[in-house]
């Protein structure tokens, strides 16, 4: 159990909220597939002394004295991700996974070039090519969609419009997508006009590091991912490429992007990466997909419409309004039972991005309390009573109160 007893007597106003939050954490079901829990030994990283120092520069070349102990955290967390991803060259430094893909653009395009990713509304992130993000404004993305009727993604249309195209990069790598990604298939196509391929793993990289979905790093030039997500770090990133574009990547996040980078962090990811290389975060993976599937099949079962008709990863993207509500407000009811999910479009959504027809499921948060399929099957039988009886505020009432008794069954990691 985290203390806090500095904060406690110093700043009662901010470690109030914090308490608050872990309550929150504890008494909630949260199946934002973006999520996760850390485990106490990163959230100690997180909180040591590191976060003081200013280390610009990498191990052996800093721009700043008194660096002796960062470079060899940094120089562990190298270490323990090239063994984890398989991967020839690692920089550690990004402070996120968007910093980490501008970083990327940076190190490889010029403003203007052609790049071509995934749509928005289909899977895609923000960071690829997005209007209003500066990917979609530095560059000139275009982009491709999965099929309409399997939800999966076509690979014939993605070699059509390369080939028309010609773009510079092609960007692969998703946030609402839950199919295999044929990696070598992107790598083909990228070959035959002679684009660089750049993956954005910040879903799956737990899943790849455990070795239950194909890892892209020995295929792809360039290679980003968060380190939050299903890898259960800190809020962070990495980038991992081919030896040949060490220097590139070096450069385009420091002194490219970014100024010092944050040391605490790095500790942590260094832990987590530890964490992530033992045999039981292979297990643990593997009930994350587990418990996906299953979810998945407990939708279908009670007449919900899954997106691509079912997951191969750890989320789903499900259709409401085959229950007659849209994502929005389900995203809502389902608040109110003390169960957190995002709203999403839907492939070809009819219904407008704020108001969209699709809810995100994802597994790794609840995977990470201890849950299995017997959970899985109240959550969803939960879920559904809660859509079911979206206007008896007395019902979801009810509700809420078994979210909370399942939960207290299922402590967080840094409440043991
Ligand atoms: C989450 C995510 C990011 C962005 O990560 P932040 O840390 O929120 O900046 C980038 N790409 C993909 C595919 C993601 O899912």
Redesign the pocket.
């Known amino acids: 159990m985290i203390k806090y007893t500095a904060l406690k007597k110093e700043d009662k106003e901010v470690y109030a909220a914090i308490e608050k939050e872990a309550a929150r954490q504890a008494d909630e079901l949260e199946m934002i597939a973006?999520e996760n829990y850390v485990s106490p030994a990163v959230l100690e990283a997180m909180g040591s002394v590191l976060t003081n120092k200013y280390s610009e520069g990498y191990p052996a070349h800093r721009y700043y004295g008194g660096n002796q102990v960062i470079d060899e955290v940094e120089t562990i967390a190298i270490e323990r991700a090239k063994k984890l991803f398989n991967a020839e060259h690692v920089n550690v430094q990004p402070l996120?996974?968007?910093?980490a893909?501008a970083a990327i653009y940076f190190a490889f395009l010029k403003p203007g070039n052609k790049v071509l990713g995934l749509r928005l509304d289909h899977g895609g992130?923000l960071?690829?090519g997005h209007p209003v993000n500066f990917s979609g404004l530095l560059y000139n993305f275009v982009q491709y969609g999965v099929d309409d009727k399997t939800g999966y993604i076509d690979m014939k249309a993605v070699r059509e419009i390369a080939l028309r195209e010609k773009p510079k990069m092609i960007v692969a790598?998703?946030?609402a997508y839950s199919r295999e990604i044929d990696w070598q298939e992107f790598k083909n196509i990228a070959d035959e006009i002679g684009a660089y391929t750049f993956a954005?793993i910040?879903?799956i990289a737990g899943l790849v590091a455990a070795g239950i979905v194909g890892n892209p790093v020995p295929i792809f030039d360039v290679v980003?991912t968060?380190t939050?997500?299903t890898l259960r770090g800190p809020?962070g990133?990495i980038i991992m490429c081919k030896e040949k574009y060490a220097k590139q990547i070096d450069r385009a996040v420091f002194p490219g992007m970014q100024g010092g980078p944050h040391d605490h962090i790095t500790a942590a990811k260094a832990v987590a990466f530890g964490e992530a290389l033992r045999p039981e975060f292979k297990e643990y993976a593997k009930q994350v997909v587990a418990n996906a599937k299953f979810l998945a099949a407990e939708f279908i079962k009670r007449g919900y419409r899954v997106v691509s008709g079912g997951t191969d990863n750890h989320l789903l993207v499900v259709d409401m309004t085959s229950k007659n509500i849209t994502g929005r407000d389900a995203e809502e009811v389902l608040n109110k039972i003390g169960i957190s999910v995002n709203r999403s479009t839907i492939p070809n959504d009819p219904n407008p991005p704020l108001k969209p027809s699709g809810v995100r499921f994802g597994t790794p948060a609840l995977t990470t309390r201890g849950m299995k399929e017997k959970e899985i099957s109240l959550i969803a039988e939960l879920i559904d009573r809660a859509i079911m009886n979206k206007e008896d505020e007395t019902k979801l009432a009810e509700l809420k109160t078994e979210v909370k008794k399942l939960c207290k069954k299922f402590p967080l990691p840094t409440a043991k």
Do not use: L
């Open positions: 973006s996120s996974g968007s910093p893909n992130h960071s690829h790598g998703f946030s954005d910040a879903h980003s968060t939050h997500k809020r990133a």
